[in-house]
């Protein structure tokens, strides 16, 4: 019995150990956060289609608003957790407004409208709503009841089931599926989870286990002798027992280094975690776009070159996106060639609107192809958008980028010209696994 618990524990935590890998840590952090202290509190102003939606905006405290925009929708590496409401009146005005400065900068307005708008963008894009303020004060949170949120908790605990089943799925007739939550109950499948997350990187583990701070939740049930029921058993009697004292403490005695750790952390850096928040919704934002030119203003304001905490969290987000986000080809297309076609194709297939498109806009990089995304990401990214979408992009990305000579291709005086270019001026980019061939040898 103590072996079933062990292995469920170690296989789930090795599991998100894969799942998380190259994303950013904030996205795990998130998951735990909700494990350890609950869902995060809905703003005290709420926007309604009828209020004044820039008046209602500024009504909204800075951390309440972030966190209402992460828990309306946030994506978490693949799963997305959305609120069932439909946009607030400040979320369409926001994307209006994206909207408009992207038309803006691509020059596809007026020239009365642009002259119009000219003083209002000349310094920069729209504000990203929904953001911390740099003046939150840091305020230690108390640990989640079990009992009083054990129907939210639990979707929690399925969620993350559903986002490893894949990488587990080795291990599903192995005693009794039980790394499938099969033979334990939901507050049993909880504390396995809450410490499996907690530990599920390297790092995280191995300074564990060398403070010999770690514990697993096999030994501290059995230690207590709690009578373990059987999965089907969810009467009054099992939630008076470990959901009880001895649930509290297991909980307690499980999160206690984590929990000191955490906050220590959060109060320690409370500004670079805010800024590392920030960057995180920022890039929400642009992966949840629901028009090309909401997504180019965005990505305009927020990340105009590659590179910054935006950027590597908006390219993490997109490795490990769900099928549904929306333009998703076309949004994996645009960071990897710098271009994006406002126009969507309705007679492409599902997912390859962005192939089928003509004109396309630079929107990130002067429009220069991104040759040198790491190998790791590009298969993500293959995964994401199917492999004949990726080849298409790939091909699309094809040739020379640096440094252009004069079109009749007479030679410098260096003797360099487009058909001898300078390698040191030049790159040459023919696909990614003719790349890895390279590096391999």
């Known amino acids: 019995e103590r072996f079933r618990w062990v292995f469920t524990e170690e296989c789930w935590r090795r599991s998100l150990g894969v799942f998380y890998k190259a994303k950013p840590p904030e996205l795990a952090g998130q998951v735990l956060s909700k494990l350890l202290y609950g869902a995060a509190p809905m703003p005290d102003t709420v926007v309604t289609d009828d209020a004044d939606a820039g008046e209602a905006c500024s009504k909204l405290t800075a951390g309440a608003a972030a966190e209402a925009t992460n828990e309306a929708s946030l994506v978490m590496g693949g799963a997305r957790l959305q609120n069932s409401s439909k946009p607030s009146a400040s979320q369409r005005l926001s994307a209006k407004e994206f909207e408009e400065f992207a038309s803006y900068k691509l020059g596809l307005l007026s020239k009365a ?30 640990l989640v009841s079990y009992a009083g949120s054990a129907a939210e908790l639990d979707r929690v605990v399925r969620g993350e089931l559903d986002k490893i089943a894949k990488i587990s799925a080795w291990s599903r007739h192995l005693y009794g599926g039980c790394t499938t939550g099969a033979g334990f109950s939901k507050p049993e499948q909880y504390l396995l989870m809450l410490n499996a997350l907690a530990h599920h990187s390297s790092s995280a583990m191995k300074s564990a286990v060398a403070s010999r701070s770690f514990r697993s939740v096999a030994d501290f049930v059995h230690r207590q002798n709690t009578t373990l029921p059987n999965s089907t058993d969810t009467g009054a009697a099992w939630s008076d027992g470990i959901c009880g004292d001895s649930f509290k403490s297991a909980v307690r005695e499980l999160t206690a280094s984590v929990h000191t750790s955490y906050e220590r952390t959060r109060k320690e850096k409370w500004a670079s975690q805010i800024e590392a928040q920030n960057e995180l919704c920022t890039a929400q934002q642009l992966v949840d776009a629901k028009t090309p030119l909401e997504f180019i203003g965005r990505l305009m304001t927020s990340c105009p070159t590659r590179g910054g905490g935006v950027w590597e969290s908006l390219v993490a987000l997109l490795c490990g996106a769900d099928p549904g986000t929306p333009l998703l080809e076309s949004k994996v297309r645009a960071i990897l060639t710098g271009k994006m076609s406002i126009e969507v194709s309705s007679a492409a297939p599902a997912g390859y609107s962005s192939i089928a498109a003509k004109a396309r806009h630079e929107v990130i990089a002067n429009g220069t192809s991104w040759i040198h995304c790491p190998l790791d990401r590009a298969l993500l990214l293959r995964e994401v958008v199917g492999e004949e979408a990726f080849l298409e992009i790939e091909t699309s990305m094809r040739g020379v980028s640096g440094w252009v000579y004069r079109e009749s291709d007479i030679p410098n005086r260096h003797g360099h010209c487009n058909s001898h270019p300078n390698p040191a001026l030049t790159r040459r980019f023919d696909s990614f696994a003719a790349r890895a061939e390279r590096e391999r040898r």
């Open 113 to 142: 409208r642009a002259t119009k708008l000219q003083g209002r963008y000349s310094k920069g894009g729209p504000i990203v709503s929904g953001l911390m303020s740099a003046d939150a004060q840091y305020k230690e949170r108390e």
